[in-house]
């Protein structure tokens, strides 16, 4: 998956229309894309959420189902329906994108998360 869409201005990309994030949980699973890699955190964790390697983009669910079903939809996918699924999850109001400033390029290792 080649994920090469020019990052946001904004850090955090309100998703179908919605301009603050007082909607959902104050924990989300989080998958971050990176490259054609898709890692997810493996138990919830707020909006101040960190990841190293820094992701193209992290993408905040309410349920563990609904990120391990984007995970493993986007891991296998031809590039065609991984833009297409990451496109719609963009749009969905129920979910939170953040765009990090300066990703950093996929790794092979794990993904460590980390709360600031």
């Excluded at 301009?19 to 699973?29: A, D, F, I, K």
């Excluded at 989080?30 to 955190?41: C, L």
């Excluded at 190293?52 to 309410?62: D, F, R, S, Y």
């Amino acid at each position: 998956m080649n994920n090469s869409a020019a990052p946001a201005s904004n850090l955090i990309v309100p998703t179908a229309g919605t301009e603050t994030l007082t909607h959902g949980p104050r924990s989300w699973y989080w998958v971050a894309i990176n490259g054609d890699s898709a890692a997810m955190a493996p138990y919830p964790l707020p909006i101040t959420v960190n990841c190293t390697p820094t992701p193209q983009l992290l993408i905040g669910l309410k349920t563990f189902i609904e990120a391990k079903t984007l995970q493993s939809l986007l891991l296998p996918a031809p590039m065609k329906v991984a833009r297409k699924e990451l496109g719609a999850i963009r749009r969905n109001p129920e979910a939170v994108c953040i765009v990090p400033e300066n990703p950093e390029p996929p790794t092979r290792g794990a993904t460590f998360w980390s709360v600031a």
